[in-house]
């Protein structure tokens, strides 16, 4: 691999397959997330977000179909088998990572009692899980993440904003943050204070890094 | 993660309770180290994709050998564990949620296979991902740039918090996965990195040559 000659092909290339290549890519998004709100579920013992999950798998579930036959039906025109092949091959992967989340959702669903091993284990992990409210001096309050570059300050992805009592899932850059919301973001854990001085919000001890 | 570089792998894996000896560790320990392993794993196998690196493909295989022992550990110590019907119901969700990150370790192995296919049109990979909403990128840095002898951790901070360093590969020594944020960087490195767009483009400019200018009120006009 070499930095500089990275070669992508253009669009004429993957010719018809490249309408397919937006829904496969919404596909892996959904996959992605719904790891990180299945963890989040597990850490937070939210059943609010794994009902989410749950719905998301049947998103997941449609958009592979969707994929899968849309493929099959550009593989019948331009006869190219092998790039069918492949693309049918990553939306099953990405499926088979949605069908996990779901799995992991299922955990917090049952009926059972909560084992606290696993939200202690998710507290140990390299990337972490973290919820802060957005305080009323907060820098973000009535701007869009992507306006305050949220991620790119402080390299926390927020999975998701709770207000009042509703949820958004996945918010994207053109989602306004309001005061008293709570985000649930995902990353590095250097990248906490940051996202916590930007909410304006103190760091409370168990957000903080143990070791 | 130190115990993943097993030398032996080839395409036929390995059972997972061949040669996995009872290694005392908590259920705790286990599932942080999966919890670990499954987003690493799909990270470097998008990744694999997009550099169409056969090395990061050979890295996947590796966290997926990995991730199948830790899962049969998990297994093994949970049931020493278990001493009630009590017990054992609160340890099924633990072993649920291992279950489903080696799934998505399965999952990363079969996506990176696609890579060996022999198939001619295996170089349109690389366009399939190349709009999704966190990118990678792969950043050689300049001998001269202010991130050598930076940490892995100090490059990712100081730069933007925002790009992971998910690889490093050494000039003439091979690649290091997943490094420790204590992992000193030197010039030539090349970096591989997940982030959104503007986390790679100040890591970029970060790795280029030492300009003159001042690179500190650069960013802090940025931060507006």
Redesign the interface.
């Known amino acids: ?4 000659d ?6 004429a ?2 010719g018809g ?1 490249s309408e397919l ?2 829904n ?2 919404k596909l ?2 959904t996959s ?1 997330l719904m ?1 990180d709100l ?2 989040s579920a ?1 850490l937070y013992d939210s059943e609010d977000i794994a009902h989410e999950i749950a719905y998301l798998e049947d998103f997941a579930d449609a958009l592979e179909k969707e994929v899968v036959l849309t493929t099959l039906n550009e593989v019948v025109r331009s006869e ?1 088998a ?2 069918g ?3 049918i ?2 939306a ?3 499926e ?2 949605a ?3 779901n ?2 959702a ?2 917090v669903l ?1 009926d ?4 606290p ?2 939200g ?3 507290r ?4 972490t899980i973290t919820s802060v409210v957005v305080g009323p001096s907060s820098p973000l309050r009535n701007k869009s993440l992507g306006e305050v ?1 949220l ?7 927020v999975i998701a904003v709770r207000r009042g009592k509703t949820y958004i899932y996945g918010p994207d850059e053109d989602t306004v943050i309001d005061a008293g919301d709570t985000l649930i973001a995902r ?2 854990r ?2 906490v204070p ?1 996202l916590f001085r930007l909410c304006g919000s103190e760091l409370k001890d168990d957000d903080r890094d143990e070791d | 993660m130190a115990a993943r570089r097993d030398k032996d792998h080839t395409r036929k894996r390995p059972k997972a309770y061949e040669g996995v000896e009872y290694e005392p560790r908590s259920v705790r320990e286990l599932l942080t180290e999966m919890k670990d392993v499954s987003e690493l794993i799909v990270d470097l196998a998008y990744s694999a994709l997009v550099f169409d690196s056969k090395e990061m493909a050979d890295e996947v295989r590796q966290l997926e050998i990995r991730m199948d022992k830790l899962n049969y550990q998990i297994r093994l110590t949970a049931m020493m564990a278990s001493r009630s019907l009590q017990d054992a119901e609160s340890l099924t969700g633990i072993l649920q949620v291992a279950e489903a990150a080696q799934n998505i370790s399965d999952a990363a192995g079969d996506i990176v296979d696609l890579i060996s296919e022999e198939i001619d049109t295996r170089p349109f990979l690389p366009f399939v991902l190349r709009d999704a909403d966190e990118k990678f990128s792969a950043v050689r840095i300049a001998s001269d740039s202010r991130l050598v002898g930076r940490t892995v951790q100090e490059a990712s901070t100081k730069t933007s918090a925002s790009v992971n360093i998910i690889a490093v590969r050494r000039r003439g020594g091979g690649w290091i996965f997943d490094p420790e944020p204590s992992v000193k960087l030197r010039g030539n490195d090349i970096a591989v990195l997940r982030g959104t767009e503007d986390g790679h483009g100040m890591f970029q400019r970060a790795a280029r040559s030492a300009a003159p200018a001042s690179h500190q009120r650069g960013q802090g006009a940025e931060r507006q």
């Open positions: 691999m070499n930095a500089e990275e070669k992508v092909p253009d669009k290339e993957v397959f290549v937006k496969l890519l892996k998004d992605e790891v299945s963890y597990l190219d092998g790039t092949y492949i693309m091959r990553l099953q992967a990405m088979m990572i069908d996990a989340a799995s992991m299922d955990v049952r059972i009692e909560k084992n091993v696993i202690l284990s998710l140990d992990s390299r990337t570059r991620a790119s300050e402080s390299g926390m992805w990353g590095p250097e990248g940051v």
